[in-house]
């Protein structure tokens, strides 16, 4: 398992002109594969696990419409987020002309060990689900998404 770099370079007229890389997902898996992976690993029929996956995707919209951090075990957070634009005083601050967007943002749960936590926080050491340590990478060329090679 790999994630994939497509290395480019920046060609704006006001860039730099360097390279970065940025992350390229060639495929897209829906809520069925989903539900399909999941049915093949527990005891429940993937019209089961489907449902459950719709209605969980309708419970944490509807959560973080309302301002709720939403915690998966094991996966991590999901929050609301937004862009806004600063104003001169708080009372020139206007939700329709200083924000500029809203995103929902996910943070994996990590681990820190014991040596490295902050005095008096060792506490709050949690287990590895996901994270960017965890990860193998690989630069394709771009040419090759269509079938890049794992």
């Known amino acids: 398992m790999s994630v994939f770099i ?8 006001s860039s730099n ?9 060639p495929n897209i898996i829906d809520t069925h594969q989903l539900a399909k992976r999941i049915e093949a690993n527990v ?4 019209s089961d696990v489907y449902a459950v996956l719709i209605e969980m995707a309708s419970v944490m919209a509807f959560e ?35 924000i500029k967007s809203g995103r929902v943002r996910f943070t994996p749960e990590y681990t820190r060990s014991a040596e490295n936590a902050s005095a008096g926080k ?29």
């Open 6 to 13: 497509a290395v480019r370079q920046d060609k704006r007229k």
């Open 17 to 25: 002109k360097l390279w970065y890389g940025r992350s390229f997902c």
């Open 43 to 46: 005891s429940v029929k993937e």
């Open 64 to 98: 973080i419409a309302n301002s709720n951090k939403i915690y998966i075990e094991r996966l991590g957070y999901f929050y609301p987020s937004i862009r806004s634009t600063g104003a001169v005083t708080k009372e020139d601050w206007a939700i329709a002309d200083n």
């Open 122 to 150: 060792a506490s709050g050491l949690s287990s590895r689900a996901i994270s960017g340590t965890g990860f193998e990478y690989k630069v394709i060329d771009l040419a090759e998404k269509a079938n890049p090679q794992p």
